[in-house]
């Protein structure tokens, strides 16, 4: 006899539970305050959000992308997943990707692809009356996570009380700031928000930085050595990720890890990252690379060259399929991210004692959208 939970949803395989329609919108929401890193400078944070409805249970995912993603997922993906069973994922995601082809895989179609996936994993997890953790397969029961801001924009009292927020009040052991500011322009200044950093954190607080592929390679391994001198132990795009060569020259002589792969669009462009030795530890982020069904596969090639995987930006995204990961170091705390998942989303939790615990007893990820989302809808 079936359990009152679980009465009326579609458990078995017998019983096909088909796609019945997909949902996308648009959300901008501005920052708190101007930001910037070592390369770009911005004001709001948009984010594409998919419903997918199969077997009475909406499931939800998002990427944080351009507007016109929106019109990848209703144009071209969602004819393909109506009508294929929810719980299908990764045939789903094959056809998907196969009717991708001639518009290209990088950039606005991934982002799309990503959250469409992660929309079909929830829904599929809800319908069948599932934690997201249990049906990816745990490897874990927490996921370490690391502060993630110090805009170049931040003048010294903001920089140093987001970074006591992390350290004192969230507990964060390890914590990362932006550098490589005006395309490595203000070295110097670089260097001295670094010194304010570890300052400020201590020195049982891990320190990292992120250079936003700022430096050329000669001056990122000349700043790479100070920051070896302050204790830092990740050096993230010390220089362009599309130069894997330039990566694995720094990381030769530097003690720091290095780190890139937020911009791996595909399987293929991490196993790039791999095959030339330019990391340390492999990032990749499941809103662009192909959302939890490629974002496992990345972590796999990573796990085969002996690296670590890092989960790029988007925690409450990441947390149920970074917990699957058995070769996982971290995932990013990301400011802003974390700003928008709390004003858009409804289950969004904060870290305990450094780390997210996925909870393992509500169906699918345990978010929804907010009522108060509306406010932060376009187009």
Same mark, same amino acid.
């Given at each position: 006899m079936r359990s009152p939970s679980t009465a009326g949803r579609h458990?078995? /395989?017998?019983? $096909?539970?088909p796609v019945e329609r997909l949902d996308v919108a648009v959300y901008e929401v501005p920052t708190d305050q101007p930001e910037a890193d070592g390369t770009m400078a911005w004001t709001s944070t948009t984010a594409v959000v998919v419903e997918v409805h199969a077997g009475g249970q909406v499931g939800l995912g998002?990427?944080?992308?351009? #507007? =016109?993603?929106?019109?990848?997922? +209703?144009?071209?993906?969602a004819p393909v997943a109506v009508g294929r069973d929810v719980r &299908?994922?990764?045939?789903?995601?094959? =056809?998907?990707? *196969?009717?991708?082809?001639?518009? !290209? +895989?990088?950039?606005? #179609?991934? @982002?799309?692809? /990503?959250a469409v996936d992660v929309a079909l994993w929830d829904c599929a997890a809800r319908v069948l009356d599932l934690p997201a953790v249990r049906l990816l397969g745990r490897a874990r029961e927490r996921v370490p996570v690391y502060g993630s801001g110090g805009f170049t924009t931040y003048d010294e009292p903001t920089a140093? #009380?987001?970074? *006591?927020?992390?350290?004192? $009040?969230?507990?964060?052991?390890?914590?990362?700031?932006?550098?490589?500011e005006g395309w490595g322009r203000r070295e110097r200044r670089d260097l001295t928000r670094t010194e304010h950093a570890r300052a400020v954190v201590g020195d049982q607080t891990e320190l990292f930085v992120d250079a936003n592929g700022g430096y050329a390679v000669g001056q990122a391994v000349r700043v790479g050595t100070a920051l070896d001198d302050l204790g830092v132990t990740w050096f993230e795009e010390p220089v362009s990720s599309d130069d894997t060569d330039g990566l694995r020259q720094v990381r030769e002589r530097v003690r720091c890890d290095v780190a890139a792969g937020e911009y791996a669009w595909s399987l293929a462009d991490a196993q790039l990252l791999c095959r030339a030795g330019a990391v340390d530890c492999l990032q990749a982020d499941a809103t662009r690379c192909g959302g939890w069904t490629e974002w496992l596969r990345v972590a796999a090639v990573a796990a085969a060259?002996?690296? &670590?995987? /890092?989960?790029? @930006?988007?925690?409450?995204?990441?947390?149920?399929?970074? =917990?699957? #990961?058995?070769?996982? +170091?971290?995932? $990013?705390?990301?400011? &802003?991210?974390? +700003?928008? $998942? *709390?004003?858009?989303?409804?289950?969004?939790?904060?870290?305990? !004692?450094g780390d997210l615990v996925p909870d393992p007893t509500t169906p699918g990820h345990g978010l929804r959208l907010a009522p108060a989302a509306a406010a932060y809808r376009v187009g």
């Open positions: 458990t078995t /395989s017998a019983v $096909e539970v998002w990427t944080y992308a351009a #507007a =016109a993603a929106a019109g990848v997922v +209703r144009d071209l993906l &299908d994922v990764p045939a789903t995601w094959g =056809a998907m990707q *196969r009717r991708m082809r001639n518009v !290209g +895989r990088p950039g606005i #179609a991934s @982002c799309a692809l /990503s140093t #009380a987001q970074l *006591r927020h992390w350290v004192d $009040e969230l507990g964060l052991p390890r914590v990362k700031i932006k550098i490589g060259h002996q690296l &670590d995987i /890092s989960a790029h @930006c988007a925690p409450a995204l990441h947390a149920p399929v970074a =917990a699957a #990961a058995p070769n996982l +170091r971290h995932a $990013e705390w990301f400011h &802003d991210h974390v +700003r928008v $998942e *709390r004003l858009l989303l409804e289950g969004v939790q904060d870290p305990v !004692g």
